[in-house]
Nanobody, 117 residues
């Protein structure tokens, strides 16, 4: 069973930075890559950023240029560095990966990010 555990959320002022971490119980990111999603109150969950097994990255237009996704395969961890945070970035952020052989989605428990003065 794959477990994903996020950390690093919190309260930050507009313009500030946070780094989220997602630690997996097994080395799944090196095989299938990983993603960060977020869900704001009253809104659907949306894809923020993805990193493939070989390190290719993608970003939503709303975070491009401000957020950076990375991974450390030796630590089974995916990161999301968030800079120049805005109030509209406030959401619960979820780590995700998809096991292609098992055809199964794995999600973390979520970590709250609040951007407010």
């Amino acid at each position: 069973q794959v477990q994903l555990v996020e950390s690093g959320g919190g309260l930050v002022q507009p313009g500030g930075s946070l780094r989220l971490s997602c630690a997996a119980s097994v080395g799944i990111f090196s095989v299938f890559g990983g993603d960060w999603y977020r869900q704001a109150p009253g809104k659907q969950r949306e894809l923020v950023s993805s990193i493939s097994n070989n390190g290719n990255t993608q970003y939503s237009d709303s975070v491009k240029g401000r957020f950076t996704i990375s991974k450390d395969d030796g630590k089974n961890t995916v990161y999301l560095q968030m800079n120049v945070l805005k109030p509209e970035d406030t959401a619960v952020y979820y780590c995700h990966t998809y096991h292609k052989q098992f055809r199964k989605h794995y999600w973390g428990q979520g970590t709250q990010v609040t951007v407010s003065s």
